[in-house]
């Protein structure tokens, strides 16, 4: 086989047998076949598109390009969420103890943020003494005895989806919907669940900005994942504002613990209780969706899952007494406010002008190496939908300076206020796909 001959292939609009794509994927993986050639696949991709087959056997040969992670030995049906990224996404911070207090066991892979997407291990790590490096040994162990535990990525699952990624990246390959399905799918599938929640988010702050593309990225994952006999279900969720009010490492612990408590921001409890009672209808721990969602509001209102977020902060070190002492996470030495201009309703708030001032900010990463500072971010006052008055603050910003022109005033280019009344928070879900 020659890859000169698939690329030409896929560029006249064919589709490439099972045999064809492993292939690729296998020399790619050992550096057989070079950079330029996989970028000139990736381009005829991009513009050519793959069918569903195709689709899933790249997934399966970039998941076997690296090691999988074998769950067997937990007891019960492992379930995993996945968010496609977006702005100030706590999901994961509330669903995990959320849903591991209604039965379902949590053995979760995250990642760390890049951009201005957060990730979830970042935002753990600001719990003094938290970590994720556990051997597989500890991590099967400690979800066994708890029922939860988190790691961090491994650098040994697939290698493949690691190299073309980069690669995709400077080769402007990135948005193309076979290429993010199998990247996504063959990491979750390698990460070892049984079942596979998505979270398609839609909007100006993410990769699918419309709902008519959304739909077709999580079609392709859920085929994709049943057919390797994986349970799946995505739904198309709204990234057109950042989710909940915190942006930013330690302030989004701080909105987690508030919504365990029954106290965080609408959307984000929505959001986790679509997403959760998804996830114990995967696991079998409910059989209908208001069955689901009477367990996660009482496993809420009794304390169980705040409990169970502090049995799971402790068990991987870290210091579970945040819940009643948050100023024990990194403060930022000033909060300062930004206020409104104009008298009117919020019709936007950017999430990729918030997420891209977070960051300069120092809440992520511009670079993989960069340093970031878990202290900093920014809380909104205001979502879209609300009234404000002209000189009322809209954000609040934690730094370690007491301003900083060139991000406020991104943020304040960030909102768009207008004299016509708007509907608040709808809508927010826009569809399942199963
Ligand atoms: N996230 C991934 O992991 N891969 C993509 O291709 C896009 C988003
Ligand atoms: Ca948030």
Not at 157 to 165: E, G, Q, S
Not at 309 to 338: N, R, W
Not at 364 to 383: A, E, M, N, W, Y
């Amino acid at each position: 086989m020659r890859m000169v001959d698939l690329i030409q292939k896929k560029r006249d609009g064919y589709n490439l047998t099972a045999q064809e794509i492993h292939w690729m994927i296998q020399n790619y993986t050992q550096s057989k076949i070079p950079d330029y050639q996989m970028s000139a696949f990736a381009m005829a991709v991009f513009f050519q598109g793959m069918c569903d087959r195709e689709s899933t056997d790249l997934t399966q040969a970039m998941i076997e390009s690296g090691k999988q992670i074998s769950l067997e030995q937990i007891q019960g049906i492992k379930v995993d969420k996945h968010s496609t990224g977006g702005v100030g996404d706590t999901t994961t911070l509330v669903l995990a103890p959320l849903v591991c207090a209604c039965g379902a066991p949590v053995a979760k892979m995250s990642g760390r943020g890049l951009g201005y997407t957060g990730g979830t291990i970042d935002k753990l790590e600001s719990v003094p003494g938290f970590h994720t490096e556990l051997t597989n040994e500890q991590f099967i162990q400690l979800v066994n005895t708890n029922q939860i535990a988190i790691i961090g990525q491994s650098t040994e699952l697939t290698p493949a989806d690691k190299k073309l990624y980069s690669l995709r990246d400077v080769t402007a390959t990135v948005d193309s919907i076979p290429l993010i399905a199998s990247s996504i799918m063959s990491k979750k599938i390698a990460a070892g669940a049984d079942a596979i929640v998505l979270d398609v988010k839609v909007g100006s702050g993410t990769f699918m900005k419309t709902v008519k593309d959304a739909r077709s990225l999580a079609r392709l994952m859920v085929a994709i994942g049943k057919g390797v006999g994986k349970d799946m279900v995505a739904i198309l969720s709204d990234m057109s504002q950042p989710l909940g009010n915190a942006i930013g490492n330690a302030l989004e612990v701080r909105e987690a613990i508030a919504t365990l408590q029954g106290k965080g921001p609408e959307d984000l409890r929505q959001l986790c209780f679509v997403l959760g009672a998804h996830m114990l209808i995967l696991s079998k721990q409910a059989n209908t969706i208001k069955e689901a969602e009477q367990m996660l509001a009482k496993a809420i209102s009794s304390g169980k899952a705040l409990e169970k977020f502090q049995q799971f902060i402790s068990a991987q070190g870290g210091d579970a007494s945040i819940v009643d002492h948050p100023e024990k996470l990194p403060v930022a030495k000033y909060v300062y406010e930004i206020r409104t201009k104009r008298s009117g309703y919020i019709h936007k708030i950017l999430p990729e002008s918030v997420g891209m001032a977070a960051m300069m900010l120092g809440a992520g990463r511009k670079t993989k190496q960069s340093l970031i500072d878990l202290s900093v971010g920014l809380v909104l006052q205001k979502k879209v939908g609300d009234f404000v008055s002209k000189g009322e603050t809209w954000i609040q910003v934690f730094s370690q300076n007491s301003e900083n022109p060139e991000i406020d005033a991104l943020l304040s280019d960030s909102l768009l206020i207008d004299s016509s009344p708007i509907q608040k928070g709808n809508p927010f879900i826009y569809e399942f796909i199963q």
